[in-house]
């Protein structure tokens, strides 16, 4: 029996207490927002180490946010003490990069294999377009990107990049096919890893080697994953498979919290798990103890609007608190000043801090009007995410360098070989490439064999061998935070930056250069360069640097999942922004139930007070006039209060139901159906591009193919 003077336990209720102590086996946690599944799981981790005996080192606790991961940390750490190792509380890619670091060699790549982030990809990219001859005319990098990570939703991909398989000479008439093939071809010879990568790698060696697999398997005594209504395919593989062996699997999760399924989460491996472990034990809770019955209230009331769900209700005990408040704005500037006006009322009246405050959104684009009216009331806050600190610019550039020092790698040399200009154009690049694959080099190592070629004997490239050598020497007795300091003054990036008089990159760097010296002090034995690089690129948080700093918080609805804060905006509650345009052209019911669970995530971060913020005007991205989310007209009325006027045009068009778009599953026309425009009249669906959201139609009558938008309104289907 327990004994309840346990402090990690006596503050839980029956149903968490249920959770904690049942370590054996597959369990579930299924449970609304803020009913306290992250507790119970942390409370979980203590328990089979403080009572059990087990090492942390045993238990597997996965999530998917670095911010989740830390938070989940940090309560963990509270529990056990601070002497215990934690590091196997991560994400999903936190743990493939410890996995591939071990044992990536099993497949013949590099232990400092490289990981690419989005600029990186883009840097891939730019080289495919000259390669292919093609431009943004033809496909935009963000057309591409989304079609590569579509492509690498399953691992189908794999065969091509771990196979044998070389697609140089491969035909294909699809344009984005190539470009992807290309893109793989240059991640295989640069051993690079995008993010989507990380965990495919990871379970192909798991698959394919027995011994890594077992020996995984027998480390992984317990496994705890949070957010498991996220997990995609080859996220629940890699756990379930890892579990076979001590069979303790505990997954806890909200279905209504689903936010990724755009990326592939599959909530079915919450919702069936019973199905696939007919012996598991399910645990479900509906006591919240996070927000005010108000909140609350707005929240059940919003989700109840999903049809694809279980019909779940929280309730609470806490006393009524103040109402849920929605401002409607004239105009951008009226609405986040009048967000900025609250904040100061907040303070002046609630024993609150800024850091009790956040602010979100469901765009990025959406944080520059709030950032502009907080500076103007000089309300001090910070990004989380969004902007991140290691793709500005300047920073990836000092990294770049840094790499292509250590590990040589081609992007990072595309990247900086004429940055600051060396006058070295395309062609001096041509004949590089021409040599590099001729001579089967990397670019870097390519130069330097070549370097007496007429035309590669420029004098920027001499220089640019010269400073990379000298580096290369320095790199060997060193620390790594003084050798950025003669990287930046030696590349030539400080003049830059300083010509350019931009004061902001600067700091930045700065602020590298500190966090790096911070590192440094907590390792004794100093940090391992490729080790360091593979890390920081996995961060996509500002906050590790400034975590104790009074400001207000502003994010996007998607990091702030699993977290909560005493005060919380939702600003920019837009049609068009949430639900996103996308998801309205798509006119899939699927992609605007997403949307509302991403509402109904942004609405149980909040514990205390929740406004929710729009404006009209016009929209820029939508080439619309702005208009409040449908989602709002789904609320009650008595539910919350209004500040701001309504325009009496924008009731009526409500009450006329003209806010919401038909959600008409998929697309609304499929290959081969006949259709009637306006103005080109009879014509047959050819094809459905999903990555432009566009058929292709071929119009009988003036005997052309056309490209239709998805959301264009005036066609319909007849018959034949
Ligand atoms: P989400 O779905 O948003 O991730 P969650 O179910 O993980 O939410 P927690 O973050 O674990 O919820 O808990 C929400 C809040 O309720 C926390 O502040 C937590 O400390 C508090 N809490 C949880 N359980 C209890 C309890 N038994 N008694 C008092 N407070 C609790
Ligand atoms: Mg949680």
Redesign the pocket.
């Given at each position: 029996k327990i004994k309840m003077t346990d402090p990690n336990l006596e503050?839980?209720?029956a149903k968490?207490l249920q959770a904690v102590t049942t370590t054996e086996g597959y369990v579930r946690v299924i449970?609304?927002?803020?009913?306290?599944?992250?507790?119970?799981?942390?409370s979980r981790f203590a328990y089979i180490v403080n009572r059990l005996g087990i090492n942390s080192s045993n238990i597997l606790c996965v999530t998917f946010t670095n911010k989740?991961a830390q938070e989940m940390k940090k309560r963990v750490k509270a529990l056990v003490g601070d002497t215990r190792d934690l590091s196997l509380i991560t994400t999903y890619h936190g743990f493939c990069v410890r996995f591939l670091r071990e044992e990536i060699n099993k497949i013949h790549y590099p232990k400092n294999f490289i990981i690419l982030d989005t600029e990186d990809q883009k840097t891939i990219l730019r080289d495919v377009f000259s390669e292919l001859e093609i431009n943004s005319r033809h496909l935009t990098f963000k057309q591409v990107l989304q079609f590569i990570s579509k492509s690498k939703s399953t691992s189908d991909y794999l065969a091509y990049i771990l196979g044998n398989k070389s697609f140089e000479d491969q035909q294909t008439e699809n344009l984005s096919l190539r470009v992807f093939h290309r893109y793989l071809d240059k991640q295989k010879r640069n051993y690079a890893l995008d993010f989507d990568d990380l965990i495919h790698f990871t379970v192909y060696i798991l698959n394919s080697f027995q011994d890594v697999l077992l020996k995984w398997q027998k480390n992984m005594h317990y496994i705890q994953v949070?957010?498991a209504q996220d997990s995609s395919d080859s996220q629940f593989e890699l756990v379930e498979m890892l579990s076979r062996v001590h069979q303790n699997l505990f997954v806890?999760?909200?279905p209504d919290?689903t936010i990724y399924e755009w990326r592939g989460a599959k909530p079915e491996y919450l919702v069936d798990f019973d199905k696939m472990f007919p012996d598991c034990q399910t645990i479900i809770?509906n006591?919240?103890?996070?927000s005010t019955p108000n909140i609350l209230q707005v929240g059940n009331h919003i989700i109840k609007n999903n049809t694809v769900r279980v019909a779940k209700d929280m309730v609470t005990d806490k006393p009524a608190g103040f109402e849920v408040v929605h401002f409607h704005g004239k105009n951008d500037f009226e609405e986040t000043q009048w967000v900025a006006g609250e904040i100061r009322e907040i303070l002046k009246t609630e024993k609150a801090a800024y850091s009790d405050i956040t602010i979100l959104y469901r765009a990025n684009h959406i944080s520059r009007n709030i950032e502009q009216a907080l500076i103007k009331a000089n309300i001090p806050y910070s990004i989380f995410g969004g902007i991140k600190f290691f793709e500005r610019k300047e920073i990836k550039d000092v990294l770049s360098f840094l790499r292509l020092m250590v590990i040589g790698d081609n992007i990072s040399f595309l990247r900086m070989f004429n940055h600051p200009a060396r006058g070295l154009g395309k062609k001096f690049l041509g004949r590089l490439s021409y040599l590099a694959r001729e001579q089967n080099l990397s670019l870097l190592k390519a130069l330097q064999r070549n370097i007496s070629d007429t035309e590669l004997a420029k004098k920027g490239a001499v220089e640019f061998l010269k400073i990379i050598e000298e580096l290369q020497a320095i790199s060997k007795t060193k620390s790594i935070s003084d050798l950025v300091k003669d990287i930046l003054e030696k590349s030539g990036l400080a003049e830059l930056y300083r010509k350019d008089g931009d004061q902001d990159r600067l700091e930045n760097i700065k602020e590298l250069v500190s966090s790096m010296m911070l590192l440094e002090k907590e390792n004794n034995e100093g940090i391992n360069v490729e080790e360091y690089l593979q890390e920081v690129y996995l961060y996509t948080d500002l906050d590790t640097q400034n975590k104790n700093q009074d400001k207000v918080k502003l994010m996007t609805i998607h990091i702030s999942?699993?977290?909560?804060f005493p005060y919380v905006f939702l600003c920019g509650f837009t049609e068009g922004v949430i639900p996103s345009a996308l998801s309205i052209k798509e006119r899939r019911k699927r992609a605007i139930e997403e949307e509302r669970r991403l509402t109904y995530?942004a609405v149980?971060?909040a514990?205390k007070r929740f406004y929710i913020t729009d404006s009209e005007g016009f929209n820029f991205t939508t080439g619309l006039n702005k208009y409040p989310s449908r989602f709002l007209f789904e609320i009650k009325e008595e539910f919350y209060v209004r500040k701001g006027k309504l325009s009496p045009e924008i009731i009526q068009n409500n009450q006329a139901g003209k806010t919401s778009v038909p959600d008409g599953d998929a697309q609304a026309f499929k290959v081969g159906d006949t259709v009637m425009h306006e103005v080109f009249k009879k014509g047959k669906v050819t094809q459905v591009n999903f990555d432009k959201n566009e058929y292709r139609i071929d119009f009988f009558e003036i005997g052309k193919e056309k490209p239709i938008d998805f959301s264009f309104g005036f066609l319909t289907k007849i018959e034949g």
């Open positions: 503050n839980l209720n968490q449970a609304g927002a803020g009913s306290g599944k992250t507790k119970a799981l942390t989740a949070d957010e806890v999760g909200d919290q809770m006591q919240n103890y996070r999942k699993g977290l909560e995530v149980t971060r514990e």
